[in-house]
């Protein structure tokens, strides 16, 4: 995703948006936004409807509600484009409510020494207790396989031992 953010932002004239308390990529005109969102083993599955795999907060409710026309009235949207970097923008009411927001939906599994990442990019259309439960358009895309990567927070079997001083 930061790829194609980056991509986006150097060439095409997007913006880094804080909308709510979700991180995007907004459109140069403002109509369009993406962000990342962890799927489930359905994720990249035509035949299949995935889910977001951790519960997501009322912010995805409200970009799900602006993609299906209902507004999302009370979006906080940021006073400041702080955290957002030089090229972040903040919107509008107006804009927020009109805003179509995708997300590049992954899963990923290992496959022996190998990884693989499924993706989507998908528009979220209901959402209920913390799950995208429908989809509006879903566009799967080709399966990374990767090799040689090493797991980031792979301490090993035993436990880890911390030295405290007592006072």
């Not at 358009?137 to 436990?159: K, Q």
């Amino acid at each position: 995703m930061r790829t194609i953010r980056e991509l986006h932002i150097e060439r095409e004239g997007w913006a880094r948006l804080v909308h709510g308390r979700l991180e995007l990529v907004c459109s140069a005109d403002r109509s369009m936004a993406m962000g990342v969102m962890v799927g489930d083993a359905a994720t990249g599955q035509a035949s299949l409807f995935p889910k977001n795999g951790r519960r997501r907060g009322t912010a995805t409710g409200q970009v799900t509600q602006a993609n299906e026309g209902e507004g999302a009235a009370h979006v906080q949207t940021a006073l400041f484009v702080t955290g957002a970097g030089p090229r972040g923008v903040s919107l509008s009411e107006e804009e927020a409510a009109a805003l179509k927001t995708w997300f590049l939906l992954s899963y990923r599994t290992k496959v022996g020494d190998a990884v693989r990442v499924d993706c989507e990019l998908s528009r979220p259309k209901r959402f209920v207790d913390g799950f995208v439960v429908e989809w509006g358009r879903r566009i799967p895309l080709p399966a990374l396989t990767m090799d040689g990567i090493e797991p980031l927070n792979d301490d090993g079997p035993g436990e880890i031992d911390i030295p405290v001083d007592f006072r």
